[in-house]
């Protein structure tokens, strides 16, 4: 390969589909259009160029893998909207350390679990 592969697109399980794609529209404003490309219930998203689905037919792996971050302007405010729709906040903004950031993981209705990112943090680190 000459170039590095990007990633080409996101399908995250959501075997309440309705719950899930009502979720990602209020919390991260994802235009959400329900698809019959696929044999069961699917929906499809894209945002900032990232094309993806949300599978009915998937189940949620809770004991870990892979963790999307998503990034946000102020992780504090994400998880407040993210606790008001029905997700829950499994890690509260933390520092990343260095220069990196700060982090915090939820997991959404349906219990995938996902990352939040902000380079300026809304808490003063802990010191």
């Known amino acids: ?12 399980p959501a075997p309440d589909l309705p719950r899930a794609a ?12 329900a698809s ?7 929906a499809m ?10 599978r009915s037919d998937l189940a949620v792996a809770r004991g870990g893998g892979v963790i999307l971050y998503l990034e946000v302007p102020s992780i504090p405010a994400a998880l407040e909207q993210i606790a008001r729709a ?11 350390g260095g220069d990196y950031g ?10 995938n679990l996902l990352g939040l990112w902000s380079r300026a943090g809304g808490q003063a680190p802990p010191g």
């Open 1 to 12: 390969m000459s170039q590095p592969s990007r990633v080409a697109y996101l399908e995250l």
């Open 22 to 33: 009502r979720f990602y529209r209020e919390v991260f404003g994802w235009p959400i259009e």
């Open 36 to 42: 019959d490309l696929e044999e069961a219930p699917y």
């Open 45 to 54: 998203f894209e945002t900032h160029g990232l094309q993806g689905g949300l």
């Open 86 to 96: 029905g997700g829950e906040v499994v890690r509260e903004e933390h520092p990343i």
């Open 102 to 111: 700060y982090s915090a993981e939820f997991r959404d209705p349906n219990g």
